[in-house]
């Protein structure tokens, strides 16, 4: 009777010693550092990676302001009719991929980041920026607004480049290099019109 009571109490803790190893090596790939963006996780949604959250998180505000400065040229009387299409694509683009953004973060259980009105050397607009775009009209307006979203698109693609290099979701990276060759593109169609103006 002793035996078996040994045996079954030897072989309780054997189980338990193997269900505590099966815990640790589920664990062994989480970031435990206390970061809502894990190194690297797997949902429903695929693998991601902090460098695919700060990729979403801070693209949703640059592109945001994409369009508001899209807007605020639309609104404009007496503006040159290629740059008024031009301001119409950037808007068209960029607001369906704000959605598509917000769409991955929501899927991998992260939050939307606060950034505006930061400064990141991004290429993001200052307050004043935004003012003096408002305050402009005419040719002056299509100008500031050539001069501003050149430098604008330059700061994306470098967070995009970033995201192609070392994001891990399959979406984020392929947005990353839908928008560096969009906006490269754009680039050089601004710099030939800011030759007329």
């Known amino acids: 009777m002793l035996n078996t009571r040994n ?15 099966g815990c640790a090596g589920g664990m062994s790939g989480m970031d435990m550092s206390g970061s809502d963006a894990p190194a690297d996780s797997k949902t429903s949604a695929g693998t991601f990676n902090g460098a695919d959250v700060t990729f979403a998180q801070m693209m ?24 008024r299409d031009l301001a119409t694509r950037i808007k068209d683009a960029q607001q369906p991929e704000i959605d598509q953004l917000k769409g991955m973060l929501s899927d991998w259980g992260q939050e939307e980041s606060d950034m505006g009105g930061m400064n990141h050397g991004d290429g993001m607009m200052s307050d004043d920026d935004m003012t003096a775009l408002e305050d402009a009209t005419g040719d002056d307006a299509a100008r500031l ?3 501003q979203m050149t430098v604008h ?26 928008i560096i060759a969009a906006q490269t593109d ?3 169609v601004m710099k030939e019109m800011l030759a007329d103006f």
């Open 60 to 83: 949703i505000p640059h592109h945001e302001q994409a369009v508001e400065m899209s807007e605020t040229l639309l609104a404009e009387d007496g503006i040159d009719d290629r740059v």
């Open 145 to 147: 607004f050539l001069e």
């Open 153 to 178: 698109h330059e700061g994306a693609i470098e967070m995009a480049q970033a995201e192609a290099a070392d994001g891990e979701n399959a979406e984020a990276t392929k947005l990353a290099e839908t």
């Open 186 to 188: 754009e680039i050089a």
């Open 7 to 21: 045996l079954l109490l030897v072989s309780a803790a054997a189980a338990a010693t193997l269900a505590l190893s």
